[in-house]
């Protein structure tokens, strides 16, 4: 499981009091980039290859309010796969009291930015990072029913 770390400034706070919702899918984008160059597909790769991931899908469940000062954890899990997608799973947790304040699961596709037609068209992981998705998907395991956002998931 990936684990990103950040404490809630203070400009994340909107007149509410607590951490604007936008701020939350920054954490979980910070966290998918992380994981991307953890699976092999991060800047680099997209620099070589023209290749990169695009999310196709993000939904999030609020729970608890952060607030400025708050630390911040996001877990990421791999919890599914196909040859050219991915589903992860997030939680952001409150380190000191670790509450869960946040789920989010978000599929992202493997893309070649300039495709046959000029567009970007989705294409399968190649060997070298396929290995890496089966690895970290097999590492990463399932998540109990209750932590799902649900609705989100790899239509077969």
Known sequence: ???LRRTCPGTWVDFNGHMRDAYY??????????????LGMGPRYLAATGRTLYNLDTRIRYLQEAHGGNDL???MRLIDSDARRLHLHSLIRNTATDAILAINES???HVAQTGPEGRPAAEPFPPNVAVLVTARRARDGDVEKTLRVGGVGLGR
């Not at 899918?25 to 953890?38: C, G, K, Y």
């Open 1 to 3: 499981m990936l684990s």
């Open 73 to 75: 954890v996001v877990e």
């Open 107 to 109: 599929v992202l596709m």
């Open 25 to 38: 899918v920054l954490l979980i984008s910070f966290a998918n980039d992380q994981t991307m160059d953890e």
